[in-house]
């Protein structure tokens, strides 16, 4: 069956950077697209953007370009959410999601990210 | 900026039908718009219920069905159970980016 697994929770200063990890198994990486959502603490969902798993091609949606970097390796089916230059509002839960023909039916567990000094 | 909004919340007594809409900045809500709709419990990732408008997932029950109503996505839960209460998010897709609605609490009471 379809999993994707995320990397653990992290505390970080601001300025730092973090990379969180979605690894996927139970089907083949490169035949769907991984998005990536955040959801800062009490809030909504919110879009990031998307990786095309088969030519590494990102896409981010406005508000998340620049400090934020979508990577693949695919040689361990695992996708990548670098952010640069934290700041105390990049405090959230990231997701990664697969996007499929029917939508984001399958979503990692989240991952916390903490910046705090 | 396109703006997806969802009523902020609701409530429903158990065995009941309840209605959540899904309207987008840019107009009406088309199934170009490829709605999908998400439950999301509290510490708990968000699970997909719709697709597509009105396709459910193999584990969606029954009793939520996706629609398009005047110009908006809509998601009908008929026979309301205690454990439907929870956050629902709709998503559109908008050519090569989607965008989520705010999402509505939904309470049974």
């Known amino acids: 069956q379809v999993q994707l697994v995320q990397s653990g929770s992290e505390l970080k200063k601001p300025g730092a950077s973090v990379k969180v990890s979605c690894k996927a198994s139970g089907y083949t990486f490169t035949n769907y697209g991984m998005n990536w959502v955040r959801q800062a603490p009490g809030q909504g969902l919110e879009y990031m953007g998307w990786?095309?798993?088969?030519?590494?091609?990102?896409t981010y949606a406005q508000g998340f370009t620049g400090r934020f970097v979508f990577s693949l390796d695919t040689s361990v089916s695992t996708a990548y959410l670098q952010i640069s230059s934290l700041k105390a509002e990049d405090t959230a839960v990231y997701y990664c999601?697969?996007?499929?023909?029917?939508?984001?039916?399958?979503w990692g567990q989240g991952t916390l990210v903490t910046v705090s000094s | 900026q396109t703006v997806v909004t969802q009523e902020p919340s609701l409530t429903v007594s158990p065995g009941g039908t309840v209605t959540l809409t899904c309207a987008s900045s840019t107009g009406a809500v088309t199934s170009g718009n490829y709605p999908n709709w998400f439950q999301q419990k509290p510490g708990q990732a968000p699970r997909a219920l719709i697709y597509?408008?009105?396709n459910k997932h193999s584990w969606t029950p029954a009793r939520f069905s996706g629609s398009l109503l005047g110009g908006k996505a809509a998601l009908t839960l008929s026979g309301v159970q205690p454990e439907d209460e929870a956050e629902y998010y709709c998503l559109l897709y908008y050519g090569g980016t989607r965008v989520f609605g705010g999402g509505t609490k939904l309470t049974v009471l």
């Open positions: 597509s408008t009105v």
């Open positions: 990786i095309n798993t088969n030519t590494g091609n990102p």
């Open positions: 999601a697969r996007e499929a023909a029917a939508g984001f039916e399958s």
